[in-house]
């Protein structure tokens, strides 16, 4: 097999596979740099509790309207943009650190989700929300998936300045602006956006997944905030082609096999990159620059 | 008024109690062993479900109030051939006392024919890749029916007479659905006899009734389709000519609206293979789902 066949060959071939290219394009761009600001704020673990959080919301919606795309983005939205800004705005008015606030929200919201589904006393196509299904993105998906990623896209542009101001020193933007609260929140909608359109193409779980694995694999390449994001979008581009190929290739499932990609360049991005890497004995990065 | 309306309460309690404890209790893991146990006992039982219409028995979720009605049982059906992997664990938890029952006994398990499956629930399974969808073919049906009809006996031995003329009864209408299906397929080109559908549970059938059955996933849900098994299909589609596509109750319909569009094949309606419909659905009995299903095969592969 030539090596155009090879790399090329299926995406000719087959219209789902451009379909998944497509969409993992889109998740990319709009995924990516949310990961890299959650990392930078040390939040990488919040995408994951979020992803539970969403699940609920998507479940509910399943339950009454079936497969359909809007109940689940909606219910989706609405639970995990409840319990963000629920406990965003709890962590920035009383004395609870955001983390807590969070863990409380959302194991709320799932436990509640779980509760509903039991209620219905059906299991089925559960799975299906939690894998998602890269295959088979239709054009309405594709749409919802490339809209969320230029909301974030043209949103980050908007919030760049106090979103960075308030990764590197929040109390100095609280000094100066009364930007942080409305930006924070911005930010947190934007992660919600981003993983309930990376839940109908990878599933709840592993849509955090191809958010924070570039995010953390480019801090090991790029000191300066902009390579940094522009780094985290090449690898999750890569991440979902080649991950689509080895799919393609080897018949392993598709969502986890992009994820599996992803995990492999954060691997070697451990090892080997300039930035702190293995490589360096443990060299200390003292500060990301902005 | 109180106290009468107190009384008349606890007195529709009793009545409704006592008339509970004549009827000899029962459980059946899945809908359409239910209904076929329905069948047989009439109205000397009452039979409970654990996996509910439209729900999944290769990945249940059992709760408390299962293993509640497990530990009230007296007879307890199962499929066998591997089907309920979660079983064995939920009756030891229940305490259970009743007698365990494989509807399936007796009949030759056929090996998955395709040997890339491997979901977790066939992990699990005693039985290693063999298929439990043994009801898809009405004359393994006729031998649930008497192994169920000969454990209800010997639970109930006053009873024989109802389960003999009750099983007699509904095998009579089961060599008529037999005797429906194969004058269907007759009708069929044998060229034609071809079908994709999602979740590859038909096996029995297309052993039983020659149509050839093609699926995109392997023999559990809980396996997702890879993107070389979706090329697969869609190349087999393009090439051998495949007439139809089918959905199934159970598994992902956007996958299969994706191979269809690529294709061209026609999309039939939804078959049932693992579970019944609920009661205003199309198949709210096992009798009910096969003519359905033949009859939506039949609708797709005849001109």
């Not at chain 2, 699926?215 to 087999?236: L, M």
Request: with cysteine; charged share 15%; net charge neutral.
């Amino acid at each position: 097999m030539n090596p155009y066949d090879f790399l090329v060959g299926p995406f000719i071939e087959f219209e789902f596979m451009r379909r998944a290219l497509a969409g993992s394009l889109a998740l990319a761009l709009g995924g990516a740099p949310v990961g890299v600001f959650l990392m930078l704020r040390r939040m990488s673990l919040t995408g994951d509790a979020m992803a539970h959080a969403i699940l609920p919301g998507a479940a509910v919606g399943f339950l009454f309207a079936g497969l359909n795309l809007f109940a689940m983005t909606a219910g989706g939205i609405a639970a995990g943009v409840t319990v963000a800004v629920g406990a965003g705005l709890i962590a920035r008015s009383t004395g609870l650190k955001e983390d807590a606030s969070l863990a409380a929200f959302y194991l709320v919201s799932l436990a509640l989700g779980v509760l509903i589904v039991s209620i219905k006393g059906s299991n089925i196509d559960l799975l299906h929300v939690l894998f998602g299904t890269v295959l088979a993105l239709d054009d309405a998906t594709l749409i919802l998936i490339a809209s969320i990623a230029t909301v974030s896209l043209v949103a980050l542009a908007v919030i760049w300045r106090p979103l960075v101001l308030e990764c590197v020193d929040p109390n100095y933007l609280r000094s100066v602006s009364r930007s942080g609260a409305p930006t924070h929140l911005v930010f947190l909608a934007l992660m919600v956006l981003n993983l309930v359109g990376g839940f109908h193409a990878l599933g709840t779980l592993l849509a955090v997944g191809i958010m924070m694995l570039p995010a953390a694999a480019a801090r090991f390449w790029a000191k300066e905030l902009t390579a940094m994001i522009a780094l985290a979008i090449v690898m999750a581009v890569f991440s979902g082609y080649a991950g689509l190929l080895l799919s393609y290739h080897t018949g392993a499932a598709a969502g986890p096999a992009i994820i599996l990609v992803a995990g492999i360049v954060y691997a070697a991005s451990v090892l080997l990159g300039p930035v702190g890497g293995l490589k360096r004995h443990f060299v200390r990065v003292r500060h990301l620059e902005a | 008024m109180f106290a009468r309306l107190l009384a008349i309460v606890l007195l529709a309690l009793s009545v409704s109690s006592a008339r509970a404890q004549e009827k000899l209790p029962v459980v059946a893991t899945f809908s359409i062993l239910g209904d076929l146990v329905k069948n047989v006992g009439g109205d000397r039982i009452v039979v409970a479900t654990l996996v509910q219409p439209n729900g999944d028995a290769h990945v249940f979720q059992p709760s408390p109030a299962d293993a509640k009605t497990l530990a009230d049982a007296k007879v307890i059906f199962m499929n066998g051939i591997g089907l309920e992997g979660w079983l064995d664990r939920l009756i030891k938890a229940s305490g259970s006392k009743g007698r365990i029952v494989i509807a399936a006994k007796g009949i030759e398990p056929h090996e998955m024919k395709d040997d890339d499956a491997h979901g977790r629930a066939q992990k699990q399974a005693h039985a290693h890749k063999l298929d439990p969808h043994a009801w898809q073919s009405v004359a393994n049906v006729k031998i649930y029916v008497a192994n169920i009809r000969d454990a209800l006996i010997a639970a109930d031995p006053s009873g024989r007479e109802a389960y003999e003329k009750n099983a007699a009864e509904y095998l009579r209408r089961l060599s008529a659905v037999e005797n429906e299906i194969k004058g269907t397929v007759a009708k069929i080109p044998p060229a034609k006899r071809r079908v994709i559908t999602s979740h590859d549970a038909f096996g029995y059938f297309a052993s039983a009734y020659g149509i050839e059955f093609i699926a995109p996933q392997g023999v559990s849900t809980e396996s997702e389709a890879s993107a070389r098994d979706v090329a697969r299909i869609i190349r087999q589609i393009r090439a051998q000519k495949i007439p139809a596509v089918f959905l199934e109750n159970i598994s992902d319909p956007r996958l299969m609206q994706q191979i269809v569009k690529e294709t061209g094949a026609k999309i039939g309606g939804t078959v049932y293979s693992d579970s019944l419909s609920g009661t205003d659905g199309p198949a709210a009995t096992y009798i009910d789902m096969m003519e359905h299903n033949i009859r939506q095969f039949a609708a797709a592969l005849i001109d």
